[in-house]
């Protein structure tokens, strides 16, 4: 960083946050930050803002979730959209958001991030694909966790075609086929339901079954009959009358009970899967033994032959652009305190990586300017904020799943109790006066796609 070139970007972004993604999750980062008044740049690595909605979505999908809880809480989405907004009243309410609130100037296009390091001076080294290399105060991590592709390992060959669920774009890919799909998430509901409409055949494969919930009951969508003040327990037995009302037992479908509570998995929000297997259009089957030929044996000894083999079987949590000492995720979590933050380096941050039952916007809205909140108090400390969190009792999270009530009450909380936890963060900091980030070697990256798309 001795030459005059690196010396400019030092002086013109090292006072910057960086935010990675231009999707839901990023573009409500930096609504919150341009409030706040904290300076930031905001990089994508597609073409275009709107994270997965814009390149990761098939072109009929809805949301599972309200458009009451998924719209941001200070942006509502039109009045005529329906409850379930398409994915391109989606595409179009992010544009219209990042429009009014002027979001698209500071946002860089077709800009991939290879590798993010700490450097001296608790400052961060971000270099992009085309080689340049920008100082920074901080990188907010905002690139989403719907494109690192996760694949089942099978025995056996198949002759036909196998994709993931997010190479799935339009129903001509099912048209007259022999579809099998592989998953019991919500893509998978979808996509099987649109096999079973223009399909030949379809069959989904479920190494176990699901809680299948009604998406609307009683002609409101469900996620909104769930209140604030609700406990857990309380929204478990409201799921499970509205699922025995709705579809009745498993059993009834040739399908087993599910072995987990409700909620301790990623709710599958569906009608249509019930009522498909009703008409004999979807085959519910058990997990895949092996592949043979064009033929698929399932664990229940049974055999059906098939054209496509579509796998909505998840997508790892990914941060390719970060050395080893980095890499927190263990699983579907992220080691990270307050959601986003870690104990031993300040400024760098892993923010939209957990799944809440609901729509994000509402969450991202509550969450953000308190995020802002804390990224000033970082400014006024020298230890890091996850080390305060962690020091006054906050515990690493044990799953990324999680109740977006819960979340709100515990944002309400950090709110009324701000000025405590500043005088805490300072008090703390005092025992720690010569914290410093530790520096990490330049390396070259390991040859992995990375797609900086948002959330």
């Given at each position: 960083m001795s030459n005059s070139g690196n010396n400019h970007k030092?002086?013109?972004?090292?006072?910057?946050?960086?935010i990675i993604g231009a999707g839901f999750v990023g573009l409500g980062m930096a609504q919150a930050f341009k409030e706040a008044g904290i300076l930031y740049d905001q990089v994508d690595a597609s073409n275009d803002i709107g994270g997965n909605w814009y390149h990761g979505v098939y072109e009929t999908a809805h949301i599972i979730s309200s458009r009451k809880v998924t719209q941001f809480s200070n942006f509502p989405m039109p009045e005529d959209y329906p409850d379930f907004p398409s994915a391109q009243n989606m595409r179009d309410y992010i544009n219209a958001f990042a429009d009014h609130f002027k979001l698209r100037e500071p946002i860089e296009l077709n800009r991939k991030v290879t590798y993010v390091r700490p450097v001296e001076d608790n400052l961060w080294e971000v270099t992009f694909a085309n080689q340049e290399q920008r100082i920074y105060k901080g990188v907010v991590m905002c690139n989403g966790h719907h494109w690192c592709k996760r694949f089942p390992k099978f025995e056996g060959e198949f002759k036909g075609e196998i994709i993931h669920s997010k190479d799935y774009k339009r129903p001509e890919q099912l048209r007259g086929k022999r579809v099998l799909v592989i998953g019991g998430g919500n893509s998978a509901c979808d996509i099987a339901a649109e096999a079973a409409r223009v399909g030949a055949k379809c069959v989904l494969s479920m190494r176990e079954s699901v809680w299948f919930i009604p998406k609307s009951f009683a002609g409101v969508p469900s996620v909104d009959l769930i209140r604030g003040w609700m406990p857990e327990w309380f929204q478990r037995?409201?799921?499970?009358?509205?699922?025995?009302?709705?579809?009745?037992?498993?059993?009834?479908y040739g399908m087993s009970k599910p072995k987990h509570r409700i909620f301790e998995k990623h709710p599958t929000?569906?009608?249509?899967?019930?009522?498909?297997?009703?008409?004999?259009?979807?085959i519910p089957k058990p997990g895949v033994r092996r592949l043979n030929g064009w033929s698929v044996e399932f664990v229940d000894g049974s055999r059906e032959e098939f054209d496509l083999i579509v796998c909505a079987t998840g997508y790892y949590v990914a941060y390719p652009f970060l050395p080893p000492e980095l890499q927190r995720v263990r699983g579907s979590v992220v080691e990270c305190y307050g959601g986003s933050f870690l104990d031993d380096y300040k400024g760098l941050y892993y923010v939209g990586w957990g799944q809440a039952r609901g729509g994000v916007g509402s969450l991202i809205s509550a969450y953000a300017p308190l995020f802002a909140r804390c990224l000033k108090?970082?400014?006024?400390?020298?230890?890091?904020?996850?080390?305060?969190?962690?020091?006054?009792?906050?515990?690493?999270?044990?799953?990324?799943l999680s109740d977006p009530h819960q979340i709100f009450r515990q944002l309400k909380l950090l709110n009324l109790g701000f000025n405590w936890?500043?005088?805490?963060?300072h008090r703390i900091n005092a025992r720690?006066?010569?914290?410093?980030n530790q520096s990490l070697p330049a390396k070259l990256l390991n040859k992995v796609a990375f797609s900086s798309k948002g959330a």
């Open positions: 030092i002086l013109t972004t090292a006072h910057k946050q960086l037995l409201m799921a499970y009358g509205m699922i025995r009302l709705t579809f009745g037992q498993h059993e009834s929000l569906n009608n249509e899967v019930p009522y498909y297997i009703k008409h004999g259009r979807i108090l970082q400014d006024e400390i020298d230890v890091p904020i996850g080390l305060v969190f962690k020091s006054i009792g906050q515990s690493l999270p044990k799953t990324h936890l500043v005088k805490k963060a720690h006066p010569y914290f410093s």
